[in-house]
T-cell receptor, first 112, second 114 residues
């Protein structure tokens, strides 16, 4: 069964600390992997998309890595700020498919 | 690019009533998706359109649910005879059909069944 898991479910860090968010998936035949941010009561904001042929993607303070062989992706957020407080969701598109399969998300709180 | 727009943002209705939601995708996007999200969970796929053709439906989409995209632009999702378990956030996303294009989401419609 193709599943996406995010652990931990919640994380609290002091401002300035680097954030490390984990995502694991059960089937390595992925087409791409996308990281999203969700603020309370809002929709999803796309942060980064990593194609299956790529090892990492970077945007500003965000860096996402992909290791298909181990079924893992990691989102790094450097020098966290209170404004980074949100739920971060990982989603996989499997090969020959179009829909996203989501993890349950990690809720991050950055303490000022 | 005005983003994906969903209407209404909130809907409160009594059990047994019918509801309809609308999604306006980003204008040049020919793929449109509907997802459902319950509290504390990630979104779950419901259905997907390529232009006006509905190409896939999840088994989550019971006979009470119907989605349309009549002219390949906006889409509607209708739920008939609503039940308590239908309470959720309904999210719409759109994307280009070229490979490895990200899906862009709207702010969703939150449905509450009394």
């Amino acid at each position: 069964k193709q599943e996406v898991t995010q652990i931990p479910a919640a994380l609290s860090v002091p401002e300035g600390e680097n954030l490390v968010l984990n995502c694991s998936f059960t089937d390595s035949a992925i087409y791409n992997l996308q990281w999203f941010r969700q603020d309370p009561g809002k929709g999803l904001t796309s942060l980064l998309l990593i194609q299956s042929s790529q090892r990492e993607q970077t945007s500003g303070r965000l860096n996402a890595s992909l290791d298909k062989s181990s079924g893992r992706s990691t989102l790094y957020i450097a020098a966290s700020q209170p404004g980074d407080s949100a739920t971060y969701l990982c989603a996989v598109t499997w090969f020959t498919d179009y829909k996203l399969s989501f993890g349950a998300g990690t809720t991050v709180t950055v303490r000022a | 690019d005005t983003g994906v727009s969903q209407d209404p943002r909130h809907k409160i209705t009594k059990r047994g009533q019918n509801v309809t939601f609308r999604c306006d995708p980003i204008s040049e996007h020919n793929r449109l998706y509907w997802y459902r999200q319950t509290l504390g969970q990630g979104p779950e796929f419901l259905t997907y359109f390529q232009n006006e053709a509905q190409l896939e439906k999840s088994r989550l989409l019971s006979d009470r649910f119907s989605a349309e995209r009549p002219k390949g632009s906006f889409s509607t999702l209708e739920i008939q005879r609503t039940e308590q378990g239908d309470s959720a956030m309904y999210l719409c996303a759109s994307s280009l059909s070229a490979s490895n294009q990200p899906q862009h989401f709207g702010d969703g419609t939150r449905l509450s069944i009394l």
